[in-house]
């Protein structure tokens, strides 16, 4: 939806003034989705499940923040599903769902082994290491990336 309001100049052959008038709006509505769909640090959910996990893992998980908004977290460990193949498609990586880990003691959706995730360029994470083994998939409702840290970085 995004691309549409950056892609489409309406305004294209009015005068200055509505072309101002139109690139204002449309700045406006581009942050009014930012801010109103962008991610809260408080989506991240700690349920109880992780009280026997490793505390340190627990607080890796916890330190991660969104490389596109560093003071915003990548969410935690019921957010993250294992996706340790991925395929580049346009220069783009397309995380694959590896995590045969029931869903129901996570707290989370079921995605299938095999579902494919268009992964942004600006949601790819690299700077965090990764003592997991597993590359990982931060998501957070259908679609949407916090974060990703492809499979390779222990």
């Not at 009280?51 to 998980?61: C, H, N, T, V």
């Not at 908004?69 to 294992?82: I, K, L, M």
């Not at 990764?130 to 990336?145: D, Y």
Request: proline share 10%; aromatic share 10%.
């Amino acid at each position: 939806m995004q691309m549409s309001l950056l892609s489409c100049d309406r305004s294209a052959g009015a005068p200055a003034p509505a072309r101002r008038r139109s690139w204002r709006g449309g700045l406006a509505a581009l942050l009014g989705l930012g801010l109103a769909g962008g991610p809260a640090p408080s989506l991240a959910r700690d349920l109880g499940q992780w009280e026997g996990s490793d505390p340190q893992l627990r607080e890796w998980y916890r330190s991660l923040m969104q490389p596109d908004f560093p003071t915003v977290s990548c969410c935690g460990e019921a957010d993250a599903y294992w996706a340790d193949s991925y395929e580049i498609q346009d220069g783009q990586y397309v995380a694959i769902i590896t995590d045969p880990r029931p869903d129901a003691p996570l707290r989370r959706p079921h995605l299938e082994i095999g579902t494919r995730i268009l992964v942004p360029n600006h949601k790819l994470k690299w700077d965090g290491g990764n003592p997991t083994g597993h590359g990982i998939i931060f998501l957070g409702g259908p679609g949407f990336v916090f974060c990703y840290l492809p499979p390779g970085g222990v």
